[in-house]
């Protein structure tokens, strides 16, 4: 399989322009250089950048400059510690992953489209000319299956646009289901040779986002081990309601381990050989209120299958929002899991 060079090994700045407070000083501060020199410290080639409409333009759509020089200084200290950076738009005006932001038509909107179009021109014209260091992520995370053929038609408009500006940067895409591994399939063929296709992998659900306030029907005190055993998912899964997410019915009774992660991940893996298209998980982690140790377990496990298949991955997330890999209570297995990143 064809591979995402420069894109192997990375993290996720999420909650710093995308996910966190639009204040200067939380902009100016969140993340640091020193940030970016820690990341090259655990190996890392890249970090995913996360950004939001809302630094960017006004409500009206007037271009905000004050978001291209954060994504400038981004660059900067990229360059500097030598990581390269996937520009991720993670919400445009009309349209959010999470529901609760109440973004809402923009795949119903010409308008709203054309809006979204002007903001890649935008990206694409300033940074389409480091195809070697800056790679582009047109959206994060279409929810809806019944999106399938209105997101594939945008994005085919999208990558059509950004083109002349950048020719030879690697524009990433995912699916529906929130970019889930089992919507690849529906994506149109690539329009390019530098189309590079993306997934998230955050299974299993239950101990990734156990007690995740945000998940429907997630009870808040929900505690489940890795790799823990299967039958307690499954019970788990029907007293809480969460089946609409994950039975487990597919996972043999010897339960999670890496060769679980495998077989999620092969389907994927053969549809890229098909189509010559390089495969990326941009985002998977575990939250916060897992032990520690077991999600040094979990990470292990998923990233043999990536080194296996010779899949790009970033890791959801560096700092705070619920999955931070720099938090302290990290400390006595970071210097360990950062291998498995």
């Known amino acids: ?71 400038d200084r981004a660059l900067t200290w990229c360059e500097k510690h030598n990581l390269n950076m996937l520009i991720d738009v993670h919400k445009v005006y009309g349209y959010s992953f999470y529901s609760g932001d109440g973004e809402d038509g923009f795949f119903d909107s010409d308008e709203l489209q054309k809006r ?13 000319k480091f195809p070697e260091r800056v790679a582009f992520e047109l ?38 289901w929130n970019n889930s591994v089992d919507a690849l399939a529906d994506l149109d063929m690539p329009y390019d040779e530098n189309i590079v296709y993306n997934f998230h992998c955050y299974d299993p659900f239950m101990f990734t986002h156990q007690g995740a306030g945000w998940v429907d029907e997630m009870p808040a005190d929900l505690r489940l081990d890795y790799p823990g055993d299967i039958n307690e998912y499954r019970l788990k899964a029907k007293e809480t309601g969460l089946t609409r997410i994950q039975d487990y019915l597919d996972v043999p009774d010897s339960g999670f381990d890496a060769s679980y992660f ?14 010559n298209v390089a495969l990326y998980c941009g985002e998977y982690g575990v939250i916060d209120r897992a032990d520690p140790t077991q999600i040094l377990a ?26 931070g890999l720099s938090a302290d209570r990290m400390l006595p297995v970071i210097d360990e899991l950062v291998k498995y990143l």
């Open 1 to 71: 399989m064809k591979k995402f060079e420069g894109f192997q090994k990375g993290v996720d700045l999420g909650g710093w322009l995308s996910q966190g407070s639009y204040d200067k000083a939380h902009l100016d501060s969140f993340i640091t250089e020193g940030d970016f020199a820690r990341i090259a410290g655990w190996g890392c080639d890249h970090v995913r950048l996360p950004i939001d409409y809302n630094i960017f333009e006004t409500d009206e759509g007037t271009p905000i400059d004050d978001g291209f020089e954060l994504v």
């Open 139 to 176: 959206l994060n995370e279409v929810n809806d299956k019944e999106l399938s053929g209105r997101w594939n038609s945008i994005a085919k408009q999208a990558v059509k646009l950004i083109r002349p500006l950048a020719p030879k940067t690697k524009i990433v895409l995912g699916s529906y």
């Open 262 to 275: 495998e077989k999620r991940f092969i389907g994927a893996v053969k549809l890229c050989e098909e189509r």
């Open 298 to 323: 979990w990470y292990k496990d998923i990233n043999s299958a990536f080194v296996k298949f010779g899949i790009g991955r970033a890791a959801w997330n560096y700092k705070e929002i619920d999955f």
């Open 116 to 128: 979204y179009y002007k903001w890649w021109e935008r990206l694409a014209e300033r940074y389409g």
